[in-house]
């Protein structure tokens, strides 16, 4: 992706999340699981609105978001209560949605909490919330042209947390950043599958030096986040040079053509008359309560960065890159037990790994390898048998075939040449053929590296440089003494 | 009420328009000249309320004096198809309803 020039950028970002580890709904005992459900089949009468039926609120809910706002250093007020925002669309049976409100008296779940990104720098995060996920709405043909809406209500009720920053970010490598982060401290809580198609939706304002505040809806997975302050910066930037003062709008995220498109909603709409919710009673979190779910926290990914620089030795840097899925850290706790090189198994998985699945838009999952294979790669490198660079060739066809490292480097013969005969006789070659590149490595030891390099080209890496190294020098030096 | 109260107008037209477009509804002028009109008595009487000196008194949001009524995350089985009976309409399993945009 370009980086472009970010000054004057303000971004503030608004992330739902649903809590997929719930076995029912926020208010009702409706199963939770329904992707890949018939239409209105995980429904009853409170989650489709029928008079009468009344909310009764999620213990597990409360308790997961509470794991939440301590995870991102939330203040937990010590009472928290319901509001009804109050529209009309079909999307929510009861014209209403129960959420909560931070304004005429309202509580929210959490408040004043932060992510702290690698450079340093906080990003609060003013508010958290808890609410329930609207119906899913599908239409015969596209939106514009169908003349009903067709509603499953399945989602209505699922469980969502709402998670507002405050407008602190400066580019959306940041918000990416903190995305990455939120995303992990996500995955390490076990609270929500971020992989479920769905479960994780943003939106984003920005606003650029002298410009409006413009909103992007509905941008459906954090991925796409970047992707779509970078257009929309492009954007505003040129309407600007072009003497166009940018409007205060909402705008949609295009994931397909990736364009922001203008929603023009009317102003009408924004009137929510958000009062308290009569049908459910106050929750008061004690310091108890607080307490309580703290112990039961389990290892965050700030934590789990420390213990890897700690228990394995590995630098900060790949220590953070591991930590930032849940699942690749725990792939290479699982490669570590069979490697006696965690630094190396680091590297392999941090670096090198890394860079080829973003060349392919691979995921570690899709190519189905072991923890196994990755510590035989690391064992085969750390122990000497092949050197860093030939072993890179075997990596490549270890990810392309799954086949185990060794068996590669054995067919491709990548084994570190270490019969010194060999090496010898080569160095007699590259001498001869190489005349001048002698002459100029005798006046000045720099301009070794040529033929250091001639020998590692002949034998595709395989010599250990430090042994190609010492062999070229004892022969520099007999031809020195020679003359 | 008093006759004073009752002419007093507690709602004023901009916002009788307001609260309909949010309730996507459509009045004649005969509907809305009522609807204001009994919005304006309704509004009148809750007036009284102001009457009350709150100066000292914090707000309560919920009339009875409990808290914490909460339930274990265990599903348990719904009738859909029953409930699916009484929507108006219906495509397959949808529930159909108007066009919105
Ligand atoms: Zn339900």
Redesign the interface.
């Known amino acids: 992706m370009h980086e472009q020039d970010t000054e004057g950028v303000k971004i503030g970002l608004e992330v739902h999340c649903q809590l997929t580890s719930l076995a029912t709904k926020l208010f009702c005992s409706s199963p939770s699981d329904y992707r890949g459900k018939p239409p209105n089949t995980n429904i009853c009468p409170v989650c489709i609105g029928t008079p009468g039926s009344l909310p009764v609120l999620n213990r597990k809910a409360v308790t997961h978001a509470a794991m939440i706002a301590l995870a991102l250093n939330f203040k937990i007020p010590e009472r928290m209560l319901f509001f009804r925002k109050n529209y009309f669309y079909p999307d929510m049976a009861k014209n209403f949605q129960i959420t909560q409100y931070d304004r005429a008296g309202g509580v929210p779940f959490a408040t004043d909490g932060h992510i702290t990104l690698d450079s340093g720098k906080r990003i609060r995060i003013g508010r958290m919330q808890l609410e329930e996920d609207p119906a899913k709405l599908s239409y015969d043909g596209t939106i514009e042209s169908s003349t009903q809406t067709f509603v499953d209500y399945n989602r209505a009720g699922i469980t969502l947390v709402e998670i507002v920053t405050d407008p602190d970010f400066e580019s959306p490598r940041e918000a990416r950043e903190f995305l990455n982060k939120l995303s992990s401290i996500l995955e390490h809580l076990s609270v929500s599958d971020l992989n479920l198609e769905g479960s994780v939706r943003c939106d984003a304002n920005i606003s650029m030096a002298g410009g409006r505040r413009v909103e992007v809806k509905n941008i459906s997975s954090f991925k796409e986040v970047e992707r779509a302050l970078n257009f929309e910066i492009t954007r505003q930037r040129s309407l600007t040079s072009k003497g166009i003062k940018v409007m205060q709008e909402t705008r949609h995220w295009d994931e397909i053509r990736r364009i922001t498109i203008s929603l023009r909603l009317k102003e009408e709409e924004q009137d929510y008359r958000y009062f308290p919710e009569a049908d459910l009673v106050p929750v008061t979190l004690t310091k108890q309560f607080v307490q309580d779910v703290k112990k039961g926290m389990p290892e965050m990914p700030e934590e789990r960065a420390k213990r890897f620089q700690k228990d394995y030795h590995l630098s900060g840097e790949t220590a953070q890159i591991l930590v930032r899925e849940k699942a690749l850290a725990d792939f290479f706790e699982e490669a570590a037990k069979h490697s006696k090189d965690a630094r190396q198994l680091g590297s392999w998985l941090a670096v090198d790994l890394q860079a080829y699945l973003n060349e392919y838009g691979k995921s570690l999952e899709e190519l189905k390898l072991t923890p196994k294979h990755f510590a035989e790669m690391a064992n085969m490198v750390s122990s000497g048998e092949v050197s860093r660079g030939a072993a890179k060739t075997a990596f490549v066809e270890m990810l392309k075939t799954g086949r185990m490292p060794r068996s590669i480097s054995e067919e491709k013969g990548l084994k570190v040449i270490s019969d010194t005969g060999f090496v010898e006789s080569l160095i007699d070659k590259i001498f001869s053929e190489n005349p001048q590149a002698v002459q100029d490595a005798l006046k000045d030891p720099k301009a070794v590296n040529f033929l250091l390099g001639q020998i590692m080209r002949a034998t595709k890496g395989r010599v250990d440089p430090a042994v190609a190294n010492r062999l070229v020098r004892e022969r520099l030096a007999a031809a020195k003494g020679s003359k | 009420m008093t006759k004073k109260q009752r002419q007093e107008q507690f709602i004023s037209e901009k916002e009788v328009e ?1 609260l309909a ?4 509804l459509e009045l004649s002028k005969k509907e809305f000249t009522k609807l204001r009109g009994e919005l304006n008595e309704i509004l009148g009487y809750f007036r009284l309320i102001d009457e009350v000196d709150t100066e000292n008194v914090s ?1 309560t ?4 004096d ?11 089985p ?3 198809d029953m ?2 009976e ?1 929507a108006p309409q219906k ?11």
């Open positions: 307001h477009e949010l309730a996507k707000p949001y919920h009339v009875q409990i808290v914490n009524v909460l339930r274990d995350d265990t599903p348990t719904q009738q859909p409930l699916l009484d495509k397959d399993r949808f529930i159909k309803a108007p066009k919105m945009i």
